[in-house]
């Protein structure tokens, strides 16, 4: 049963064109999330959240959106440079209940120069 | 910046290895937490601890143990390698005081010939 979904294995786009990364979960319990970009052979890295009291969080040239009602999440990334190619997770969690985040799949985004 | 350190980044080990994965974290964490990545199957969970001496299964516990002596240190225990265990070890802490954000280490790429 995967909570946090990611439907989209992989993304291409041109540089300086926008990124759209979406991600969709099924538990409405879930009141944060968050997004982690991963270079092959390095860790995760945390990119930006969001809190479910806020519908937009902006950081730079990434924007997370979250639409609470349709249960989707979306990050974009303007403008998309080739040193953002790497693979791009979607979490989430219950901040009153599991402390354990759950993770979507991911998607592996590339940026053609 | 807290500091997820993962002793190896390559390892190769034989069929019926007992092999050991450490992870250290420097900022006092109480909890932590290690994943495998595959290709097309995300960051999923193995095991978890709270504290010292604490443990619990994650979502793929079979195959693997864990060890938590001091807050500082948890170790993941491949009690008998196997082939279907090659993949990306990554080890994560997080402060138990309601902030959401994991660090990673850099990972562990075990093979298992």
């Known amino acids: 049963d995967q909570q946090v979904k990611q439907n989209s294995p992989s993304l291409s786009v041109q540089e300086g064109r926008i990124s759209i990364l979406n991600c969709d979960y099924t538990?409405?319990?879930?009141?944060?999330f968050l997004w982690y970009k991963k270079y092959p052979a390095e860790g995760p890295t945390f990119l930006i959240s969001i809190s479910s009291i806020k519908d937009k969080n902006e950081d730079g040239r990434f924007t997370v959106f979250l639409n609470k009602s349709a249960k989707h999440l979306s990050l974009h990334i303007v403008p998309s440079q080739p040193g953002d190619s790497a693979v791009y997770f979607c979490?989430?969690?219950?901040?009153?209940?599991?402390?354990?985040?759950?993770f979507g799949k991911g998607t592996k985004l590339t940026v053609n120069p | 910046d807290v500091k997820v350190t993962q002793s190896s980044r390559y390892l190769v080990k034989r069929t019926g290895e007992k092999v050991f994965l450490e992870c250290v974290q420097d900022?006092?964490?109480?909890?932590m937490f290690w994943y495998r990545q595959d290709p097309g199957l995300g960051l999923r969970l193995i095991y978890f601890s709270y504290d010292v001496k604490m443990k619990e299964k994650g979502d793929i516990p079979e195959g693997y143990s864990v060890s938590r002596e001091k807050k500082e240190r948890f170790s993941l225990i491949l009690e008998s390698a196997s082939t279907n265990q090659t993949s990306m070890y990554l080890c994560?802490?997080?402060?138990?005081?309601?902030?959401?954000?994991?660090?990673f280490g850099s990972g562990t790429r075990l093979t298992v010939v």
């Open positions: 900022m006092d964490h109480e909890n």
């Open positions: 979490a989430a969690i219950n901040q009153g209940g599991s402390e354990k985040l759950v």
């Open positions: 994560a802490s997080r402060s138990g005081l309601r902030v959401y954000g994991y660090t």
């Open positions: 538990n409405s319990m879930f009141d944060y």
